[in-house]
């Protein structure tokens, strides 16, 4: 039989050892336990917010005529529902036609932005020639809706969009050869295809009830009864497969603009130049050649006219935006490729908000709208007269004082 004399001593120093341990961890855990609950209760760093409102054209110290507001680019929405069975492809997904079974958000995300219009509530559409949707942005919030293919309409490749005074939405489809058109619950009411072959951009005339339509194809601007929809007129002449260059006519027009007196201005892209007709169709004036000099084009793509009546015309080739007078004297320059705010990769088009002076382009590489605030001639003026003023005042005060010496007797 073994003995147990010496297990008792093993024993004890076993059990110290047992207590030294469960007294440690319990002198321990109420520290973690404070420390985790001090990681739990510390705010969350704060992420720190750019500021836009420094970049301005030109720079300081002169008075600011453009300043950089936001850009859009993506917006997260909720799936929607389709009766469809089939796992939806990509781009299906991101038009708004993802079948319910594939849960979660999705990161809707523009891929070729095109043309855009603004509506009487200050939202942003834009056309999506790739995504094939027209994305809503509510300016004031950031929040997105969109006008979904295969839902809504049915698109295959949208480029041209045009907003009348009633909300009415126009939207080009070279792919479809037609222009549909939308109520203001958006809503396809209308479609259009009298005597068009390939639709692109498009302007509206709201005094004189004209809807424009750059045909490409055709190398014609295409005129229309904005409200009976009936074709009134074509401008430029057909047939010649992009050659023309004299006056009047076109090389695959793109871009168009409607001015206060009922002006059209049309992007002549392939001839590098503006072309500018009356309310009637009958030709003005042109101004433009080839160049990357100021003032020369390399396939002007856009127009916008501002509050103000200057001319604004984005550059597709040179990425940049030039702003001109009525008298075609350049005011400012600004843009250059790249993905900072100002640069631009693929500038297509141009789309002024002369309500709120707001000046919004697109660009097709890196799928981006950028949003900009026109300071008005008035308001530079009344910037410019503070800045004198202040000016002046302090001049005044840092003047030295004069000490006048008492007169002698």
Not at 138 to 166: C, P, S, W, Y
Not at 293 to 321: E, L, N, T
Not at 379 to 400: C, D, F, H, I, V
Request: charged letters at 25%; a neutral charge.
């Amino acid at each position: 039989m073994r003995s147990n004399a010496g297990a008792k001593p093993n024993r004890s120093r076993k059990n110290a050892v047992a207590w030294l341990v469960l007294f440690s961890v319990t002198l321990a855990f109420p520290v973690s336990l404070l420390a985790d609950k001090k990681k739990k209760d510390a705010a969350p760093a704060k992420v720190p917010v750019i500021d836009y409102s420094n970049i301005v054209w030109p720079n300081p110290p002169a008075v600011a005529r453009i300043r950089y507001q936001a850009f859009y680019a993506a917006q997260k929405l909720s799936q929607v529902e389709t009766t469809s069975t089939k796992k939806a492809k990509w781009m299906d997904r991101l038009a708004g036609t993802q079948p319910a079974s594939e849960s979660g958000k999705v990161l809707f995300q523009l891929g070729e932005p095109y043309g855009m219009a603004v509506d009487s509530k200050n939202n942003l559409y834009v056309a999506d020639q790739k995504v094939g949707a027209i994305f809503i942005f509510n300016t004031e919030t950031r929040e997105a809706d969109l006008i979904k293919n295969k839902q809504h309409a049915h698109f295959v490749r949208i480029i041209g969009l045009a907003m009348d005074d009633g909300d009415r939405l126009f939207v080009s489809d070279p792919g479809l050869n037609h222009v549909l058109v939308f109520d203001a619950n958006h809503t396809a009411t209308d479609v259009i295809t009298e005597g068009m072959a390939e639709p692109g951009s498009m302007a509206i005339d709201r005094e004189n009830r004209l809807l424009y339509i750059s045909d490409i194809k055709l190398d014609q601007v295409l005129v229309y009864d904005a409200d009976s929809l009936k074709l009134v007129r074509k401008i430029g002449t057909t047939g010649h497969n992009h050659e023309l260059t004299t006056p009047g006519d076109f090389a695959k027009p793109s871009g168009l603009a409607v001015d206060a007196d009922g002006n059209l201005y049309v992007c002549d892209t392939l001839n590098d130049r503006i072309e500018v007709f009356d309310a009637d169709g009958k030709f003005i004036s042109t101004y433009g050649k080839n160049g990357d000099g100021p003032g020369y084009f390399a396939r002007p793509k856009g127009v916008a006219i501002d509050s103000d009546g200057h001319i604004w015309v984005a550059d597709g080739m040179q990425d940049r935006v030039q702003v001109f007078n009525q008298q075609w004297q350049l005011l400012i320059v600004f843009g250059g490729h790249g993905l900072l705010p100002g640069q631009f990769q693929g500038l297509v088009s141009l789309a002024s908000d002369t309500k709120s002076n707001r000046i919004f382009t697109s660009e097709i590489y890196p799928g981006r709208v950028q949003q900009f605030r026109y300071v008005t001639d008035a308001e530079a003026e009344a910037l410019g007269k503070e800045k004198e003023a202040q000016r002046t005042k302090k001049a005044a005060a840092s003047a030295p004082v004069e000490i006048k010496k008492p007169e002698t007797k």
